[in-house]
């Protein structure tokens, strides 16, 4: 066996800095909630303006005042919002001043008796805001109130005049209107669910050999562009290991092509078991495979070869059948000094090529 360097390995560690992907869904969501919030603002301005004016149309001028007075509230905590950026406190800020400005027009009957109507909006509003789940529990929780108020004999405050058959319509459309929110915004949050696992099938069939179950070509390629400019910011180092099996297509022309595969998923399976989490291994080729090992020299990385080189002849005690298993490696570092993965994977691949002419089954590292 020829092996050949003079650098020492390196301490493996991960990136820390990778993002994680439950924060930016929930990064995601957050950002949804505070646009919602900032819809339901500008209705409610709307909304409330308008019945502002209609009641300074009617000369009803302290209902007006008031109205204005609550637009302008309206406005300052839309500019507050757009103004103090992300946080998670907008959506709950905003429900509250909406269920305040909700219970005075329902108390005060708004112009004309008209305040209930305002309703309408609040629903949906709501179930943006919060989601199907709390958003419903929410305005069960309002309609529940709302129905004391109209319903008690003489409740403390009800200003508004609505005769019986206008409170039941209202209640039973407040109760039917948030049923089929709920339910069409359910449905969107499954649709969006299943959507987001078919993306995730579809990536992992992308990237993934389907035979052995490994990193395939494209995925590889990926990773070693992420790991060289990783490494260009850190002044890191990283190896190659090129490995190709011997006398493959002896094998598989003596014992068959389903003998073959299973020979190529039981040995991408001793390198994944004998490989970091963090060490990216790839079917690189039909019998051929790249494992790519951060923050290791090539000493480090012959080393790793020479165990796994070890660890795939084993096999061959493994089968009923007569087939000697064996592989050759190639290994070759890169790192700031070694800008060009593409030279880099060619020095790897032209080392296993010195294995296989001095005789297979070996490690060449320089």
């Not at 039973?172 to 449905?187: K, N």
């Not at 039909?286 to 070890?310: C, M």
Request: hydrophobic share 45%; proline share 2%; net charge neutral.
């Amino acid at each position: 066996m020829e092996f050949a360097a003079t650098s020492t390995s390196s301490a493996h560690d991960r990136d820390t800095n990778s993002t994680d992907p439950i924060s930016r869904v929930r990064g995601l969501e957050l950002r949804r909630r505070i646009q919602a919030s900032g819809y339901m603002l500008i209705f409610s301005l709307a909304i409330t303006g308008a019945m502002g004016v209609i009641a300074l149309m009617g000369a009803d001028l302290f209902l007006a005042t008031t109205l204005f007075a609550v637009a302008g509230i309206i406005l300052l905590a839309y500019i507050g919002v757009n103004v103090a950026g992300p946080s998670r406190k907008t959506p709950l800020l905003v429900g509250a001043l909406l269920l305040v400005l909700y219970f005075y027009l329902l108390l005060s009957g708004g112009v004309n008796n008209t305040g209930l109507m305002w309703a309408v909006m609040l629903v949906p509003g709501f179930i943006n805001l919060y989601g199907y789940k709390w958003g419903t529990v929410t305005l069960a929780g309002i309609g529940g109130a709302t129905a004391l108020i109209l319903f008690y004999p003489d409740f403390p405050g009800l200003l508004a005049q609505y005769d019986t058959a206008h409170r039941a319509r209202f209640i039973a459309v407040f109760g039917a209107l948030t049923a089929l929110t709920a339910i069409l915004d359910s449905s969107r949050h499954q649709t969006q669910k299943m959507l987001h696992q078919l993306t995730a099938e579809l990536e992992n069939h992308a990237c993934t050999d389907a035979l052995t179950g490994l990193s395939n070509r494209r995925e590889a390629y990926k990773a070693i562009s992420e790991l060289e400019r990783r490494n260009r910011e850190l002044a890191g180092r990283y190896s190659v290991l090129i490995g190709d099996l011997d006398n493959f297509k002896t094998i598989n022309d003596t014992f068959g092509h389903s003998f073959g595969d299973r020979v190529l998923q039981d040995v991408a399976k001793v390198l994944r078991e004998n490989t970091r989490s963090d060490d990216i291994v790839a079917r690189w080729g039909g019998e051929e495979f790249l494992i790519l090992l951060p923050n290791t020299d090539v000493e480090g990385g012959g080393i790793l070869a020479e165990k796994l080189r070890k660890k795939v002849a084993a096999l061959s005690d493994s089968y009923a059948e007569s087939a000697r298993i064996s592989i050759s490696f190639g290994v070759a570092e890169g790192g700031a000094a070694e800008p060009n993965h593409s030279h880099l994977l060619a020095e790897a691949d032209s080392r296993m090529y010195r294995a296989k002419t001095a005789g297979r089954n070996q490690v060449v590292g320089a």
